[in-house]
């Protein structure tokens, strides 16, 4: 037999699609919320994320990854005289001035590394290689920056802080949190743009030896150094994250939009459903005086609702990659793993079937006897 | 023979704020097997309220219902339900089908009520229809189907689950006198040739005929009045003899 829910669901075709435009606009609403903050968590942390170090030292009080003070490298030979230690490297992050060719300037955060071994520095490369930044004054940005920094091509000369700067590289979606686009360059040329003295790093990015567990090495270190702080790479990648997605409220505002689509969903749903269930209402009446117990009829609705939900998931799921795939192209990530994916399957499922409950609840309370009126 | 229902002393009150209304008062009626019972009278008489707590789907204020022998009155609204799918089908004036199903899956609803699913609900739902002369609308929408189609329907769904007793409520009215016969000559053949109990509330005079016993409601109280001159019942009605009028003996329908 044709499902009771499923034709009534489909009889009407209209308010069918007024539940489903609810449900797509509620699942791509969240969607892309959660996919805008699980894009803004990434991208704040995104140079943690694949610097491949397993501890990072930084000054007493540090904040977040774009953030951080100066402090004496000498630091970095107590780091290497460390028992434990497989290699440490300096490293610097900081705010500077570019100049673009056609006379206007740009905030950039520079990421200056060593491009000997590559720690730190720049991945997905579109064009031109690490070691290219080996040459003075060189330096690698990501495609998606070139037309905010004026650069139209390889080799292209602009200025950072009056110092010469040539780029050699092109990088593809290796975005920043904040406005700010990185610039990748030797750590020499990062003192040079950056106004550092000599002596002086912003991070030390170190490994530990083979089989040794980072924890332990992080202790180890955290009691030999004075005046500094030492994270794991999770632990540095978390603190950057939370002080960008909730110190600045950001975070707070994705978060609120995303509840707003889940409240905007559930109310258009229930309204839909609560609609089609009085328009009904005569026929679970009849249902019952056949003998349909409640449960009977809850199944009917609620199933009407796992319909909905399931059509709404994935209208709603391909409208949602299609903005991911757009995003990938533009200053904002949006990203949509696969938990994403199903988590947002089940909150489309609960949201249609807690939206249901109110028509559940209307007809727990029919009379029978309505079947003999008119 | 043991009555398919029984009512003792059955009222119903129904109240509203302080006020109240006595919609049955003390009535008494046995329904057998294999008769048909027309419940008449005027509106508002109080016939529907009693076919609604006969079907089990209205609870009564005080008195006695049973059903098969088996006491109702008093039973939660979760054992009601039970009751309806073993032993009654409902026969609605507006014939309650479901729109959006075809008359045969309306048919399989009731049977998946009862359980039954499928190959075996398709080929039960085909044969009810069959019984109803209607097999060859298995795929047609209630939309589709006049005003006798959709009663023949109606009948074909109430007999799906196989109840021994048949409630319906002017299920004649919304038809025309041919269509109003052949369903009647359906329910005659349930209840003579099948031998289900069958109630029917009714204004429509075309079908006295079809009655083995007519029983007369007003003002909530059960009264069929016997006419000495040997007019027909709705002659006497018409007349709007005083119940108050009408002794104990007067009634034609006794209480076993």
């Known amino acids: 037999m044709a499902s009771l829910a499923r034709r009534n669901l489909f009889h009407d075709r209209v308010r069918l699609a007024v539940t489903l435009t609810g449900i797509v606009f ?25 610097s491949g170090a397993d501890l990072w030292v930084a000054a007493r009080g540090n904040r977040n990854f774009d953030q951080g003070a100066p402090f004496s490298e000498r630091k970095l030979y107590q780091v290497r005289g460390a028992g434990g230690v497989a290699w440490a490297e300096k490293y610097i992050v900081q705010f500077a001035r570019l100049k673009r060719s056609d006379g206007g300037e740009e905030g950039v ?80 040329n990062a003192q040079n743009y950056a106004r550092l003295s000599e002596d002086q790093t912003n991070y030390i990015l170190v490994k530990s030896a083979a089989g040794l567990d980072p924890l332990v090495l992080k202790q180890a270190l955290a009691s030999r150094l004075e005046d500094v702080e030492v994270y794991t790479n999770s632990e540095f990648a978390r603190k950057t994250q939370v002080y960008w997605l909730f110190s600045t409220g950001a975070g707070v505002g994705i ?73 990938s192209n533009g200053g904002a990530s949006v990203q949509m793993p696969w938990q994403m994916a199903v988590m ?31 | 023979m043991e009555a398919a229902i029984s009512v003792r002393s059955l009222t119903k009150v129904y109240s509203a704020g302080a006020s109240a209304v006595r919609a049955l008062d003390g009535v008494d009626l046995d329904v057998k097997s294999g008769e048909i019972v027309l419940l008449m009278g005027p509106s508002g008489s109080g016939k529907t309220t009693l076919l609604s707590i006969m079907g089990c789907i209205l609870q009564a204020s005080s008195g006695s219902v049973r059903v098969r022998g088996r006491e109702v009155v008093g039973l939660t609204e979760k054992a009601l339900p039970a009751i309806r799918l073993d ?23 009731a049977l998946d009520l009862k359980g039954v699913r499928g190959k075996e609900a398709r080929r039960r739902a085909a044969s009810l229809l ?78 006295l005929d079809y009655a083995d016993h007519k029983a007369y409601i007003e003002d909530g109280k059960l009264a069929a009045p016997v006419d000495p001159e040997n007019r027909k019942p709705e002659e006497v009605m018409a007349a709007s003899m005083p119940l108050s009028l009408l002794s104990a003996g007067d009634r034609t329908r006794p209480v076993a």
């Open chain 1, 26 to 50: 509620a699942v791509v609403l969240i969607t892309v919320q959660l996919g805008l903050f699980l894009g803004f968590a990434m991208t704040a942390s995104n140079i943690i994320d694949n």
């Open chain 1, 109 to 188: 955060g520079i990421i200056g590394f060593n491009p000997e071994t590559g720690i730190g520095g720049p991945w997905h490369l579109t064009a031109g290689k690490v070691s290219d930044l080996k040459a003075a004054d060189t330096i690698i940005i990501d495609e998606i920056y070139r037309e905010k920094l004026g650069i139209t091509s390889l080799g292209q000369a602009v200025e950072i802080n009056n110092h010469r700067a040539r780029v050699v590289g092109f990088t593809r979606n290796v975005r920043s949190f904040t406005t700010n686009p990185r610039v990748f360059t030797s750590f020499k």
């Open chain 1, 255 to 327: 978060l609120v939009a995303a509840l707003m689509g889940l409240i905007v969903g559930v109310v258009v749903v229930a309204q839909t459903i609560y609609a089609t269930t009085i328009d009904h209402i005569r026929e679970f009446g009849t249902l019952k005086a056949m003998g349909a117990s409640n449960a009977y009829i809850y199944r009917v609705i609620i199933k009407q609702a796992i319909i909905s939900a399931a059509i709404g998931y994935a209208l709603g799921m391909g409208v949602s990659l299609v903005v991911v795939r757009m995003s």
């Open chain 1, 344 to 374: 947002m399957l089940g909150l489309t499922l609960s949201m249609c079937m807690g939206a249901s409950m109110i028509s559940v609840n209307k007809v727990t309370r029919i009379d029978p006897a309505m079947v003999f009126k008119g």
């Open chain 2, 87 to 109: 032993h009654i089908g409902f026969i609605f004036q507006g014939f309650n089908l479901f729109p959006t199903l075809t008359a045969g899956e309306n048919v399989e609803v």
């Open chain 2, 130 to 207: 069959e019984q109803v002369g209607l097999a060859e609308k298995y795929g047609s929408f209630p939309a589709d189907l006049s005003g006798g189609q959709k009663q023949r329907i109606a009948i074909a769904r109430a007999l799906a689950g196989e109840p021994d007793i048949i409630l319906a409520d002017e299920p004649t009215a919304a038809l025309d006198s041919h269509s109003g016969r052949l369903i009647m000559e359906i329910l005659r053949d349930l209840a003579h040739g099948q031998g289900r109990a069958v109630v029917i509330v009714t204004h429509d005079n075309r079908i």
